[in-house]
C-alpha cells in the first residue's frame, strides 16, 4: 500500500519562474492539505482540497493555488516566485473526518536562486 | 484560537538515558493533538494522537505521551534513548473549526550522544 508521493523530490528555480508540484494521497485518502516548511521551522499551512475545490486556506498569497483531480492526486502552483518561496513544501493526506491523522509524503525541496 | 507551544527548541541525551520533550498547548475546543517526528530530508511520520480517550498515549518506537488537561500539556517521553531517535520532533494541535488543519509547532530538535 504505497504511501503519499511527492514529486519531484528537489527543484531549483529562478526569482519570477512558475512551479508545479504533485502529490498522490495514500490510498483511500480523500483530502489533500499543503504545507510550507521553511528551513528551521514548522510547516505552515497553506490550503486543503476536498471534492475538487479549495474549501480552507492559510495565510498564503494569491500567487499560491492548487488543484485537486477526480483521483484525489492534487497539484501546488507557485507563481512569481520569490526567494523566500525556498523550503520544503509537504502534502499531506487523510480522509474527510475529524480525528482521522494526517500521512505525509517526504516532500518538495524547492530552491530559488 | 488553537495553538502550541514546544518549550525546548534542543534537547540532548544520552544513549539510553529518558527522553522528555515538553509541549503547551491552548485550544477552545477538546483537543486533538499529535506528536510527529522528522528524519532529515525526510517528511513527518506520526508517532502518536490523542482524540480524548484515553490519556495516556501509546506510540510507535516506544513513545508515549500524557494529556494533562489541569496543565494543558502533553510531553512526550521515551524510558530509554536510542542513536535512532535522533531527529525533529512536532508538538501538533487538530483545528478543528477549521477542516482538521493542523497547527505545527516550532520544533525540538532530539540529539542523542553515545
Known amino acids: 500500500d504505497a504511501g503519499v508521493t511527492q514529486s519531484p523530490t528537489h527543484l531549483i528555480k529562478t526569482r519570477g519562474q512558475q512551479v508545479t508540484l504533485r502529490c498522490s494521497p495514500k490510498?483511500?485518502?480523500?483530502?489533500v492539505s499543503w504545507y510550507q516548511q521553511a528551513l528551521g521551522q514548522g510547516p505552515q499551512f497553506i490550503f486543503q482540497?476536498?471534492?475538487?475545490?479549495?474549501?480552507q486556506r492559510g495565510n498564503f498569497p494569491d500567487r499560491f493555488s492548487g488543484h485537486q483531480f477526480p483521483n484525489y492526486s492534487s497539484e501546488l502552483n507557485v507563481n512569481a516566485l520569490l526567494l523566500g518561496d525556498s523550503a520544503l513544501y509537504l502534502c499531506?493526506?487523510?480522509?474527510?473526518?475529524?480525528?482521522?491523522?494526517?500521512?505525509f509524503g517526504d516532500g518538495t525541496r524547492l530552491s530559488i536562486l | 484560537a488553537q495553538s502550541v507551544t514546544q518549550l525546548d527548541s534542543h534537547v540532548s541525551v544520552s544513549e539510553g538515558t529518558p527522553v522528555l520533550l515538553r509541549c503547551n498547548y491552548s485550544?477552545?475546543?477538546?483537543?486533538?493533538l499529535f506528536w510527529y517526528v522528522q528524519h532529515p530530508n525526510k517528511g513527518l511520520q506520526l508517532l502518536l494522537k490523542?482524540?480524548?480517550?484515553?490519556?495516556l498515549v501509546k506510540g510507535i518506537n516506544g513513545f508515549e505521551a500524557e494529556f494533562k488537561k489541569s496543565e494543558t500539556s502533553f510531553h512526550l517521553t521515551k524510558p530509554s534513548a536510542h542513536m535512532s531517535d535522533a531527529a525533529e520532533y512536532f508538538c501538533?494541535?487538530?483545528?478543528?473549526?477549521?477542516?482538521?488543519?493542523?497547527?505545527f509547532g516550532a520544533g525540538t530538535r532530539l540529539a542523542v550522544h553515545p
Open positions: 490523542y482524540t480524548s480517550a484515553a490519556t
Open positions: 485550544s477552545s475546543y477538546s483537543p486533538s
Open positions: 501538533v494541535v487538530s483545528d478543528h473549526g477549521g477542516y482538521n488543519k493542523l497547527i
Open positions: 482540497y476536498y471534492e475538487e475545490e479549495e474549501r
Open positions: 490510498s483511500g485518502h480523500d483530502t
Open positions: 499531506a493526506s487523510s480522509l474527510d473526518s475529524s480525528n482521522q491523522p494526517q500521512h
